[in-house]
Every structure is written in structure tokens, then in C-alpha cells.
């Protein structure tokens, strides 16, 4: 099966740039999309197929994919970023998310 | 697009786990999305449980494919998870979602304590 690997957990000051990485086996072939989860709420989409923005996501919300990592970058972070974010792939037939980030905004 | 998770918040061990997810804001039956489940445990990530089609085609997690049966019922704008011999670690959150490639909209969750 296919893994992604994230780290745990990372940390931002306010105002500055948050860069998650996602990371797997030529990850840059396949398209990402990226996830925000707070506390007692369901997964919201913030990026698709590698840097698509759904309608209603801040600009300050990017993403990128190259080679063996995608990366989710928060320019900017506010207190209301404060969250898990998941990295997702579609890889033989399955769903698949990695572990998970828990970003701190200091 | 709305979705909503029922069913029962307890299951004891060896039993059927069911799951309804009713649908509003969109028709299952115009076959332009896959309809998918996907749980938590508590303080653990995402993991994803399958997907099935208005024709009733399904992909599942390779990991619960054997324990696995998902449906749909146009008629009632739902579709179904059935999860068999449930253990303690089948307790989660689950979530139904709009499989829009990627997943685009989510229920709000239902705790499932087994």
C-alpha cells in the first residue's frame, strides 16, 4: 500500500509562513489534496489536485508538488489556521491520508 | 450539499455496525459522484472505508473489504455503510462524504462506540 508520511506536529508564528509536508514515493505523479480538521469538527477540503483553492478558502492557503513531496503553505497563519491538517491521495483504488499535522500557531 | 450520518451509537462486540448517510442538496441518482464513508478513532487520524456508486459499484479499504458492505437507495437520496464482526477497535467517528474526486463535502460525524 501507498504511504504518505507527515510530521506530527509543527509550529508557526503568527503572521508568518507555515510550510506542511507530505511526503511519498514519487508523490509528484499523483495529484494531493489537502485537509484542515479543528477540534469536533469533519475534515474541510482547503486544496485540491496539488493547488487548486475551493471556493471560500483564503488565498493565503497554497499547495505545491514535486518529486517525492507535496507541500500545504499557510503565508500569513492566523490563530483560526490552529489545526490538523491531512495530505490525501487516490492510489489503486483507495483513498489513502497521511497521519496527519497538528500546526501550533504561536 | 448537506450530509447526515444516523444510526446506532452503541454496538456490541461481533455484531453489524450500520450506517445510514442521508443526502440533501444533491441527487445520488444523477451519477456524477461516488458516495464514501471514512472514520476516526479518538485522537487518531483519518482512515478512509470505501466508496460505492449509484450502480452500486464499490471500492473498499483492502484492510476491511471481508467486513465491508456499502448500498444505495436512490429512492431515499441515502446510501449505506455495514460494517460485521465489529471489535473495540472499530470505535470512531464516521463520516459520510461526497466523493467528487477529491472529497468535497462531509457529514458532520457519528460516534460509534463499540
Known amino acids: 500500500s501507498y504511504d504518505l508520511t507527515q510530521p506530527i506536529s509543527m509550529s508557526v508564528a503568527l503572521g508568518q509562513t507555515a510550510r506542511l509536508p507530505c511526503g511519498g514515493n514519487?508523490?509528484?505523479?499523483?495529484?494531493v489534496n489537502w485537509y484542515q480538521q479543528k477540534p469536533g469538527q469533519a475534515p474541510v477540503l482547503v486544496i485540491s489536485r496539488d493547488s487548486n483553492r475551493p471556493s471560500g478558502i483564503p488565498e493565503r492557503f497554497s499547495g505545491s508538488n514535486s518529486g517525492n513531496t507535496a507541500t500545504l503553505t499557510i503565508s500569513g497563519a492566523q490563530a483560526g489556521d490552529e489545526a490538523d491538517y491531512y495530505c490525501?491521495?487516490?492510489?489503486?483504488?483507495?483513498?489513502?491520508f497521511g497521519g496527519g499535522t497538528k500546526l501550533t500557531v504561536l | 450539499v448537506q450530509l447526515q450520518e444516523s444510526g446506532p451509537g452503541l454496538v456490541k462486540p461481533s455484531q453489524t455496525l450500520s450506517l445510514t448517510c442521508t443526502v440533501s442538496?444533491?441527487?445520488?441518482?444523477?451519477?456524477?459522484?461516488?458516495w464514501t464513508w471514512i472514520r476516526q478513532p479518538a485522537g487518531k487520524g483519518l482512515e478512509w472505508i470505501g466508496r460505492v456508486y449509484i450502480t452500486g459499484i464499490t471500492d473498499y479499504n483492502l484492510s476491511l473489504k471481508s467486513r465491508l458492505t456499502m448500498s444505495v437507495d436512490p429512492s431515499k437520496n441515502q446510501f449505506s455503510l455495514q460494517l460485521s464482526s465489529v471489535t473495540a477497535a472499530d470505535t470512531a467517528v464516521y463520516y459520510c462524504?461526497?466523493?467528487?474526486?477529491?472529497?468535497?463535502?462531509w457529514g458532520p460525524g457519528t460516534l460509534v462506540t463499540v
Open positions: 462524504a461526497r466523493d467528487n474526486h477529491p472529497i468535497d463535502y
Open positions: 490525501q491521495v487516490w492510489d489503486n483504488s483507495a483513498w489513502v
Open positions: 514519487n508523490i509528484g505523479s499523483k495529484n
Open positions: 442538496g444533491a441527487s445520488i441518482s444523477t451519477g456524477t459522484y461516488y
